[in-house]
């Protein structure tokens, strides 16, 4: 099981990216997807996932901002990042476990990327 994210690099703030995951060895149709971002000096932090029903959950800084989402044939994850600030930079990291519902823990995945990282100037 392997997950590849893309899709990172160096925006202005106020712009827009869009992060891939894409993920081989495995299917997502059975499997739960959670985004986490790690700054520089700071703890890992949860920003959303989606569960195998399509519902979601996502931290109170990027809701609204930062949209997780799925496509099923390509068996690729996406977040989608808008009117991203300053202090969204990081590395970016998609996570997997075979599951129904998703959580925003970081023990609640077994399958990790290798990150991405995302800087927002200002």
């Known amino acids: 099981a392997q997950l590849v994210e893309s899709g990172g690099g160096l925006v202005q703030a106020g712009g827009s990216l869009r992060l891939s995951c894409a993920l081989s060895?495995?299917?997502?149709?059975?499997?739960?997807i959670g985004w986490f971002r790690q700054a520089p000096g700071k703890e890992l932090e949860a920003i959303s996932c989606?569960?195998?029903?399509?519902?979601?959950r996502s931290k109170d800084s990027v809701e609204g901002r930062f949209t997780i989402s799925y496509d099923y044939p390509k068996n690729t994850a996406y977040l989608q990042m808008n009117t991203l600030k300053p202090e969204d930079t990081a590395v970016y990291y998609c996570?997997?476990?075979?599951?129904?519902?998703?959580?925003?823990?970081?023990?609640?995945?077994?399958?990790w990327g290798q990150g991405t990282q995302v800087t927002v100037s200002a």
């Open positions: 989606m569960s195998i029903d399509g519902s979601t």
């Open positions: 060895g495995f299917s997502i149709d059975d499997y739960v």
């Open positions: 996570a997997a476990d075979w599951s129904t519902e998703c959580t925003l823990l970081r023990s609640g995945y077994r399958y």
